[in-house]
């Protein structure tokens, strides 16, 4: 057995470490206005600028915290999968699920597993899979806490992540990287850009081929698993005019693999073991996606206006079986029940939209948007229960019930917004809404239910108010009041009598959230702080129950009440020396549950009020020190490290209170709640440049081999005799080759 026993007490004197090493540097303790411009600039952060609003502007004039990561971090730091955004910004959780999609939590807000509740973007257009891609030729990622309701519309009651992808050049230019690492993980990709007609027509080609083998290793195949094999690609096509700019993008994505479902059954929540508990029928996890989007987008200015147009198709394919009986079932007749979960999902989506927005130099600044959306997604489910072939003997697998749920759901959006700032003086007033009006409906054609459909639709209001005073050209205060919603949905959950189609309610968050940003001594030091509270309603989650008869897993989705989240976040990034750059953050949240009544998987009564919410870590830390250093010659020395530090967190609101005297209780004691204790994360990188054609570069994730769940079910909310848990990746090492011309 492997405990985990690392605390987050280092936490406070790294942090000391760090604020002392920048305010003890000599050169920082006799920063002088006077000095020049250019000796500042070499010390300076340098700014960023996002599209937050869809509207280019300044990461440090937005009311709201926004985290952006360039293109060289992004490299620097390896950021090729989901659970790396950890490591670079506090206050937002995020794991990778058993169906390769993300489970996300910003400030406390996120639904597991039913909706997303953080929208994931590439150039303005929503992602519905996918979000797990590898980030390659993109030129920034940009994180926006908080409700997104005005611009975005749904799926954003918790925020939004934004890829920025890089444009085509005029000038020819390449680059290709080889990879290698442990576990066999092997990457290959590269780029092409210039002009296919010089200035008329610019192209852009990246494409990225990765695979690896598993670390879990399965007793009952006696092989480790997964295996995994993803390729992908982006074409970017730019028409440069000088009033008319038209870009078209298509995304494309494959993966196949072992990595379903990988859940091992520990005794308790703070036993961590590689070990993936497989059924014993010996059946593979299998997972396979197919992804791809073409978008258009259309910019042309008029004198004092800009109209967009952003265009857009998505289509997603998934075949995956699972493997849920962990072995755990009682015999029947001499013989192990196994249980198999084959899934197919088919996805489409059609989106418009269309913005005004002023331009130039004016005190008054406003955007108006229209936006349709159509999804149409269709779904088989299949549950095959029976009995395994016995090692040995001649006698196959013998099948006791096949039950399958199939069912076409839609959903249309339609929705007009604007937003205007205007600057008074010191002060900047904004103001903005979107009217959204949504209709989602539901068939299910397997008969269970006679068969059932229904239908819900509802119109809502999403504003968003600002209030900035600008102490100083580098000191703005804020105070931002912004609304965001999940929508409300249909669920085909199990009964006594069959499948019934059944309504959820929509979530909502009101935010109100007050913050400084500032660029201090000679923007050496970028320095932001933020405290919101949010009101929380209809929070929404799927709970997975196992019928221990049979075995079955069945699946419900409901509103589980209200929480009050409320928190603070600090982030700061500093240039003590031009050749290094330190970065660090501190996010506390508290989601603080309201009193509701629910039942967990045994039928038990629960009431989660006044517990923290689930997947919403007590705080986050990030700190990261990033070196560059000329050699001899033409050779340039970059290094990196980047660790986060994670306070405990639930993965259940509210624990069993079952009679602690009952021995035979999943629970052992009243209030009982599975936890994630706190954990501490390392990462180390460096490259060497040789010129400008050349990089050559080592890196190590997860360097203390820290393990830690990305979910856990305990049995007492499944009602399954078992526990359910997914583990970390372990520590890997990579190197690699990379050559440009």
């Not at 509270?533 to 209809?538: A, E, L, P, V, W």
């Not at 180390?684 to 081999?705: C, E, K, M, P, W």
Request: charged residues 20%.
């Amino acid at each position: 057995m492997i405990v985990q026993r690392t605390s987050a007490r280092p936490l406070l004197p790294l942090l000391t470490l760090l604020c002392g090493t920048f305010l003890s540097h000599p050169t920082l303790a006799q920063v002088s206005s006077r000095e020049s411009g250019s000796a500042a600039s070499e010390y300076a952060v340098e700014p960023l600028v996002v599209t937050a609003r869809k509207q280019t502007e300044d990461i440090q004039v937005i009311p709201e915290s926004v985290t952006a990561i360039d293109s060289r971090t992004i490299a620097a730091a390896h950021l090729t999968r989901l659970d790396d955004f950890n490591s670079l910004v506090t206050n937002v959780n995020i794991t990778k699920r058993a169906d390769n999609t993300p489970d996300v939590v910003m400030r406390g807000v996120g639904s597991l597993g039913v909706v997303q509740g953080v929208g994931f973007y590439v150039n303005d257009v929503p992602q519905f899979e996918g979000q797990s891609v590898r980030p390659t030729d993109v030129e920034r990622i940009e994180v926006l806490k908080g409700p997104q309701g005005t611009i975005f519309g749904g799926s954003n009651v918790g925020g939004a992540i934004k890829y920025v992808t890089t444009l085509p050049s005029e000038t020819p230019s390449g680059e290709a990287q080889v990879e290698y690492g442990s576990f066999d993980h092997f990457t290959v990709d590269g780029v092409v850009s210039g002009a296919i007609v010089p200035g008329r027509l610019l192209g852009r080609v990246s494409v990225f081929h990765d695979q690896s083998d598993g670390y879990l290793f399965d007793p009952t195949l006696n092989i480790k698993v997964p295996r995994t094999e993803e390729t992908g690609g982006r074409l970017t096509l730019m028409y440069p005019g000088d009033n008319t700019k038209v870009i078209f993008y298509l995304m494309g994505d494959r993966i196949s693999g072992e990595d379903f479902n990988l859940y091992y059954t520990p005794p308790d929540d703070h036993t961590y073991l590689r070990v993936y508990k497989g059924g014993v029928d010996g059946t593979k996890p299998f997972y396979k996606r197919t992804v791809y989007s073409p978008s258009l987008q259309i910019t042309h200015d008029f004198d004092d206006i800009t109209f967009t147009s952003v265009s857009s198709y998505f289509h997603s394919k998934i075949n995956s079986v699972g493997n849920l009986d962990k072995g755990a079932f009682p015999e029947l007749l001499g013989s192990l029940i196994f249980i198999n979960y084959p899934q197919d999902f088919g996805k489409s989506v059609w989106s418009q939209e269309f913005r005004l927005s002023s331009s130039g130099d004016s005190s008054f600044k406003w955007l108006l948007g229209a936006f349709f959306q159509d999804i149409r997604s269709d779904a088989v489910q299949s549950q095959i229960v029976g009995i395994a072939a016995t090692l040995g003997s001649p006698v196959g697998e013998t099948i006791l019930d096949r039950s399958t749920v199939a069912y076409r759901h839609t959903n249309r959006d339609y929705a007009v917004f604007g937003n205007a700032t205007y600057d008074l003086g010191d002060l900047t007033l904004e103001a903005g809404l979107r009217v959204a009006h949504f209709s989602n409906a539901m068939n299910d054609t397997t008969g269970q239910c006679g068969p059932c459909s229904g239908k819900v639709q509802e119109t809502d209001l999403l504003p968003r108010a600002s209030v900035q005073y600008h102490v100083s050209q580098d000191v703005m205060t804020y105070f931002t009041v912004a609304r965001g919603d999940e929508q409300a949905d249909l669920t085909d959950n199990p009964s006594d009598s069959g499948n019934q189609v059944l309504p959820f309610q929509t979530e909502f968050a009101l935010s109100y959230e007050a913050g400084v940003k500032s660029s201090l001594f000679d923007r050496r030091l970028t320095l932001n702080a933020a405290v919101f509270f949010i009101d929380y309603t209809n929070r929404l989650f799927e709970v997975g129950k196992v019928d221990p008869a049979t075995g079955g897993l069945f699946t419900y989705v409901a509103n589980v009440g209200s929480s009050n989240n409320y928190g603070f976040e600090v982030e700061a990034k500093a240039r003590p020396t031009p050749e290094l750059t330190l970065s660090g953050g501190v996010g506390v949240t508290r989601a603080i549950f309201g009193s509701v009544f629910l039942q967990d998987g045994t039928g038990a009564t629960v009431n989660p009020k006044g517990n923290q919410g689930p997947a919403t870590p007590e705080y986050q830390a990030t700190l990261a020190a990033d070196w560059r250093h000329p050699l001899s010659g033409d050779m340039v020395l970059n290094a990196r490290v980047d660790s986060r530090f994670v306070g405990r967190s639930f993965w259940s609101a509210a624990g069993c209170v079952r009679d602690p005297l009952d021995t035979e209780s999943p629970c052992p004691f009243n209030g009982f709640r599975s936890e994630q204790r706190p954990y501490q994360v390392v990462n180390l990188g460096a490259t060497l440049d040789i010129g400008t054609r050349f990089t050559i570069g080592a890196h190590v994730s997860n360097v203390f081999d820290v393990k830690y769940n990305t979910f856990y079910a305990d049995q007492a909310v499944t009602g399954a005799p078992y526990n359910i848990a997914g583990l970390n990746q372990p520590r890997e090492w990579l190197v690699s080759l990379a050559a440009r011309f």
